[in-house]
């Protein structure tokens, strides 16, 4: 089912059509002798924080399959704009294509209205596709970036729920890298504080949950011109833990 | 994070809540409190925004599931911005009242959300309509929803009396905020109110440890 292009507008009224198919499949499933694939998993932590420039986005790069360790570098911060990046948890493949979609379909935006994307319109196209699946895409996604309204950090639950924050974490590692952000989160750090605070608590939920783990992807987003942010964008901090 | 929400009978974020709106003498004033909950024992958020503007004069408080309650007023934002522009005029607060029903009762299978509008207008002045989980449509002088709200239905029938005055009401709708996140304990965080006049709204927040405090606290 393709995604319109974003400067259509979808049919008025909620499109609820996907519900009756995932009936029909999980009756086939069930009654036959095949069981349902069980998808990969990124059995993760990811963490953002807003500091006084910009946003600082973390992620660890482990990605499960049940038990068994299926990539141990995936990257788990996507692109969307060049001034908006998220962060995924959940089911490998619908974080990916759902970030992907995302980022084609502002690239597209940005082309033909000729401004930047702003991250609310982001968070706005990414609630509107989620809810319309009724959480059977398992996204949950953070979503940080810095446009002309100021530095924004988003939270995208599966079922399309948002909410705007200043620190966050998510995935099954989040409740150890909450309480480094909950004990050393203040209002507008610097960057490099920031930076050090994301990888506190990225590397605490390392730490503490067995489905994270690996290396640690720290992604500073800050207003600044094209050229040098291009220079200080991805910035991976490689660190061996076993 | 699936192991958070598997016993609760809404998937995913829902607002375990405690919502309320009362009419004074000029103007209404709608409240709730800020947590947001999964599966009844995690606290997703502490500071979540219960309080949509969906007009200039014209609030919506949610309560059930976050995403579906979202989803909701968005698209209610959007008919009745359009439906103000066709009509070159505000809209009344029976119009959005209306609009967030018919999308609550032809959706009623899928959703479960249940909302509070509440604002002024010029023909009615001050009013309060309560939309149920199914769709139902009830206006009346004030109202409470939520799952706190069982705690203090006792209270704000005794308690309420037509004709406040702002201060009055303001202390009213404090208090029953009070008393019901005292005992829901999927209620809690700050207190937020909005007071709702012909001359405009005013926000108020009150911090958990500003509210009121009663007898055994």
Sequence with gaps: MALPNVLETPPSGFNFENVFRNVALEGLLEGGRTKAPKPMKTGTTIAGVVCKDGVVLGADTRATSSEVVADKMCAKIHYIAPNIYCCGAGTAADTEKTTDLLSSNLTIFSMDSGRNPRVVMAA?????????????????????????????????????????????????????????LEDRFKPNMELEEAKELVRDA????????????????????????????????????????? | MERHYMDSKIKGVSTGTTILAVTFNGGV???????????????CSKTINKLIQVHDRIFCCIAGSLADAQAVTKTAKFQISLHSIQMESPPLVKAAASVMKELCY??????????????????????????????????LPFTIGGSGSTYIYGYTDAKYKPDMSREECLQFATNALALAMGR????????????????????????GDKLPKFHDE
Aim: hydrophobic fraction near 40%.
């Design chain 1, 202 to 242: 990225i590397h605490s939920g390392i730490m503490s949950d067995l489905g994270s783990g690996n290396n640690i992807d720290i992604c500073p987003t800050r207003s600044q011109s094209l050229k040098t942010r291009g220079k200080y964008t991805s910035i991976i901090l490689v660190q061996h833990l076993f």
């Design chain 1, 124 to 180: 706005n196209i990414l609630q509107d596709m989620l809810f319309r699946y009724r959480g059977q895409i398992g996204a949950h996604l953070i979503l940080g970036g810095v446009d002309c309204t100021g530095s924004h950090l988003y939270t995208v639950g599966p079922y399309g729920d948002i909410d705007k924050v200043t620190y966050l974490a998510m995935g099954s590692g989040d409740l150890a890298a909450l309480g480094i």
């Design chain 2, 184 to 207: 829901d304990n999927v209620s809690g965080g700050v207190a937020h109110l909005v007071v709702i006049t012909e001359g405009g709204v005013e926000h108020v927040v009150i911090p």
């Design chain 2, 106 to 139: 032809n959706n009623k299978e899928e959703l479960q959300a249940g909302f509070i509008t509440a604002g002024w207008d010029k023909k009615k002045g001050p009013q309060v309509y309560t939309v149920a989980l199914g769709g139902m449509l009830l206006s």
């Design chain 2, 29 to 43: 004033i709608i409240g709730s409190d800020s947590r947001a909950s999964m599966g009844g024992n995690y606290v």
